[in-house]
Structure formats: C-alpha cells, structure tokens
C-alpha cells in the first residue's frame, strides 16, 4: 500500500490542524472505553495493556486505508481536493458493550473479568458480520434515502456525540476553554493568519499548555505520576478467549448467563452502524467526495472482526467529520497522522501522560468547529423545504443524549450510595422510583428512552416520511409508515431487545399513521388531484406557440 507521502504534504500545518483535531477526537474516546471497563471490575492492566492496544491497531489500519483510498481516487479523477474519511472506534457503542454485554456478564459469574471480555469480543464479532452481510445491500439503501434524511442524521450524531460533552467541558474550564474556541474560530471560520504561520491548532497547543500550566491547572507530580503505566503492549491474537466469549454467546458455555438480550441486540445495533456509516459517506458526498458504499461498510465490519482476533472489544468504523477536515484543508495526510499517533499512544500506554501534559479543553474547539460544519452542511445541501426534516431527526438524536444524561446521573446516585460494582445504567429500581417525580417536572423519561431505542432508523424513517409528504409522494410515505411498523413489531425500534410484538404501541400508532397518510391521498386523489406531471410544459409550450404565431403577422403587416 503506497500512500506516496512526502515530508512536505506530511507536515503541511492544514493536515497537522486534521490531525490534531482527529487524534484528540479519538484519544478522548480511548479514555472513555478505558474508564467505562475499570468501572466495571475489570483490571487496568487488561484494558490499557490488551484491549486497547488491540482496537488501536484497527483504527490505525483504518486510517491508512482509507488514506490510500482517497490517494488512489485523486489521482484517478485528477483531483487533488480529495480528502480521506476519518475513522475510529464507535462512540455509542463503548457504552454498548460495556453496559448491555460486559457488564450483566460480569455480575452473573462474580467477577469473570476474562468471560466478559470474550463475551464483549463475541458480541463485535457478530456486529462485524451484520456489517457485512448488509454491504452488498447498502447502495440500494443509500439511493432509497433522501439526502436531508441522511444528513439530518448526521447533524444529530455530531451535535450530540461530538460537541455537546466538550463544549461542557470547555465551558467548565472557561479560561481555557473559551479562549481556545475563539483562537478555533478566527482561524477555521474567520480565515486569519496567525504568527510564524503556524497551524490554528498548534496555537491551541500552546496557548492550553501555556496556560494550564501557568494557572496551576496541570501539575508536575501528575505528570510524573502519569509515566508509571507506561509499557510497550502490542496486541497478539486472543482467539482462545474469544471462542470461548461465542460458545456462552450461544448458550454452550455452561456458564448461568442471560445471554439472549446479549445475542439479539448485535443485530439492531449493527444495522445501526451500518445506517450511520451510510449518514456519514452522504455527508462526505455533499463536500465533494464520494466513496463507495460497499467498501465502506466492509471496512468496517472486517476491521472490527480483526480487533476482535487480537483482544479488542470495541467495534470501529467510520466517523463523521470529513466535511469539518476538508474544510480545515487537511486531505490525506492527516489520516496517515492520526494511525500513527494512535499506535504510538496505545501500545506504549501514553494516553494518561497526553492529559497530564495538555489541557484537551484548549483543542476541544476542532471538535466544535467539526459540529458546526457538519450541521451546517445538513442544510446547506439539502433543500430549503426539506429543512423541517432535518430538525426532526436531529430531535431523536437528542433524546438519546439526554436519556443518557438521565441514566448516567442514576449511575453516579448508585455509587454515592455505595452500590459497587454498577449494574446497568438504566437500573430499574431506582428509575422506577424516580419517573413520576421526572414527569411531573416535565422530563418524560419512559417516552424519551423509546426515542432513543433504535433512534438512528427512527430518526431516518421519520425524516424520510416528513420529506415524501412535502413532495407530495404520499404512497411512498406510506411504504416508509409500513416499515415502520415491521421494525417496531420486532424492536428494532422502542424496544430494549428483538423479540415478536415487542412495541405494540408504536406498531399500532404508525399502522394508524400510514391509514391516515393513505386515505389523505385517496381523498385528495378523488376531490383535489394534483396537476399530472407535464400539464405546465405542455401548457407553457401551447402558449409560446401561440406567440410565436401571433408575433408573425404582426412584423408582416409592419
């Protein structure tokens, strides 16, 4: 694989600003997956030294072939704007395996650190496969769906997973925070040059290091300390336990686990990613690159299978923000970057010493900038009459941000009470307690989590329902509300898990839906029908003949 990259395009400060901007993306979610599976009981030097190391290496290998794919088109099609799709681990899903699939294992055996872990492989095992056996299918699927419904997917996905915690955290840490997204916005929205020509971020560098430091915000004895775990662990195959993880993923194990709320839930949520990979390549479209989608999504499931034969229990895939990066100027080279620095800080276990040396509330600010373009994307390519649409989906986006929200404050009152190891986020006990009191101030917790339950297809379908009826395509709307109703009746949408008649309102509210929508169009069909497509062209055409006509005798007689 030869990405042809000179020192020059490999150092360029607009693919250092890409760079820094997907590295800190990714770095973050690192310390997230590391943090969510010490919570739950399983050791450090298992996640740091085994997991991560492994899901480094996909999304590293990730990186670089998508770096090469987007080579390779550039100098096919002669354009040298090409910029590469970035690529990671999957972001809700981190919370995925470790709530819904690590974690119930862990409380049913004790503490089998070493089941869980292959039970989570098994788990990103079967995602992988969905990923690719939807593939030869995703064209089709792509083609199907209007644009706004995808893009407004994509401008909920970015307004909630990537900018709404560090803006948070940014604002918490103002001095740093505020001043790094103002140093973000002259330069990648404002288009001002700054001293020694030097890349925006790395004005951002050193203004958060300059000032943590300065402030006290960052301290010697935590650098230090940072230092102790550092160690070399390079990834080597796990397959032993990996198997073992699928043998009580399907029952023959032995071991006393519910494992089929465990099993089912592999198939929504890999038709998820798959929509989502599919968001993300329409965003990418809409600034000038296209990518095809059968490669895309089998990337995907393959790199997450080869995670998963060296220990890496997070699914990766392709992340949203190629607008956000081409805007930036970055185009190859930064991708290349990112798989590099990923290697480096996972294998040598770095990630705490990053954080303990610069403040990632200084660089949060390219994540921002990257929100921004892309829900201003959602309308800028798209539209103006599909816009209410787009709102509409980000609305489900949102409703699992919060539901989220809610869960994790119920997490943090179980460890106050000193209820350790956690169960599930969602523990019915204490929520059960608490949804009248959320109700009556006007947070309707039961409504919002069925939101937030297959929200990616929820969020495209009723977008799509929405953009058909604006352009008066009712019996398509009526395809769509019919679709509905099979992904409710088995739950793929508002339901926790797969089963029959598994959200029997929802399935009875979108059949009424689609009869109404269908008698709407029979009824105007019959008393108010639409002009059949041509009428104004053949109208217009008789009236310019007839000028025409008119026009000739006229000039005769002068």
């Given amino acids: 694989m030869n990405l042809a990259l000179s020192s020059k395009n490999l150092f360029n400060k607009n693919e250092f600003s890409g760079f820094m901007g997907l590295f800190v993306n990714i770095v973050t979610n690192f310390m997230v997956m590391a943090s969510l599976m010490i919570g739950i009981g399983i050791p450090a030097y298992l996640v740091v030294g085994r997991m991560l190391p492994a899901v480094g290496l996909g999304v590293a290998l990730g990186n670089f072939y998508w770096a090469w794919f987007a080579k390779r088109t550039a100098k096919k099609t002669g354009n040298p704007e090409v910029c590469a799709l970035p690529f990671g681990p999957s972001v809700g899903h981190m919370f995925v395996v470790t709530f819904v699939v690590a974690n119930p294992v862990m409380l049913a055996t004790g503490g089998n650190y070493m089941l869980a872990w292959g039970v989570a492989l098994a788990w990103c095992f079967l995602e992988g496969i969905v990923e690719i056996v939807v593939a030869p299918f995703a064209r089709t699927v792509r083609s199907k769906m209007p644009r706004a419904a995808m893009l407004g997917n994509a401008a909920g996905l970015s307004l909630t997973l ?171 080279s930064y991708s290349v970057l990112t798989g590099i620095a990923v290697l480096i800080v996972t294998w040598f276990a770095l990630i705490p010493v990053f954080m303990a040396l610069i403040p990632v509330e200084a660089i949060f600010a390219i994540l921002i900038f990257i929100a921004l373009t892309i829900g201003s994307q959602a309308f800028q390519a798209s539209p103006k009459h599909h816009y209410p649409a787009i709102i509409l989906a980000m609305m489900f986006w949102l409703s699992s941000w919060v539901v989220t929200i809610i869960q994790n404050s119920v997490q943090a009152v179980r460890i106050v009470q000193g209820l350790w190891p956690p169960g599930p986020p969602a523990n019915p006990y204490i929520l059960n307690n608490l949804v009248p009191q959320l109700g009556s101030n006007q947070i309707f917790y039961p409504a919002l989590l069925a939101m937030s339950q297959g929200h990616v297809m929820t969020a495209a379908t009723m977008a799509m329902i929405v953009i058909f009826i604006i352009d008066k395509k009712l019996i398509k709307a009526v395809i769509v509300a019919a679709l509905q109703v099979v992904l409710s009746f088995f739950g793929f949408i508002h339901a926790g898990n797969l089963g029959i008649n598994a959200a029997q309102n929802f399935s009875i509210a979108y059949l009424m839906m689609g009869i109404v929508i269908l008698l709407v169009h029979l009824y105007n069909q019959k008393y108010h029908p639409e002009p059949k497509e041509g009428d104004n062209s053949l109208k217009n055409m008789a009236n310019n003949m007839g000028n025409s006509l008119g026009a000739g005798p006229s000039k005769q007689n002068k």
């Fill in 162 to 332: 990537i900018a709404m915690a560090p803006i948070a955290q940014m604002w918490g840490l103002p001095y740093i925070g505020i001043v790094g997204l103002g140093i973000a916005v002259l330069g990648f929205l404002g288009k001002k040059k700054f001293p020694l020509g030097m890349p925006v971020a790395v004005w951002m560098v050193i203004f958060g290091v300059a000032t943590g430091w300065i402030t006290g915000f960052k301290s010697w004895d935590n650098l230090v300390t940072s230092f102790a775990g550092v160690g070399f662990g390079m990834p080597y195959p796990a397959v032993g336990i990996f198997w073992e993880g699928l043998r009580t993923l399907f029952g023959a194990g032995g071991h006393a686990i519910e494992v089929a709320p465990i099993l089912i839930s592999a198939i929504p949520l890999g038709i998820a990613n798959a929509i989502g990979t599919l968001n993300n390549l329409e965003s990418a479209a809409a600034a000038g690159d296209n990518y095809p989608e059968r490669e895309a999504l089998l990337s995907d499931g393959a790199l997450t299978i080869v995670d998963v034969l060296i220990g890496g229990p997070f699914p990766t895939t392709i992340y949203i923000g190629h607008p956000g990066y081409k805007e930036m100027g970055a185009r190859t």
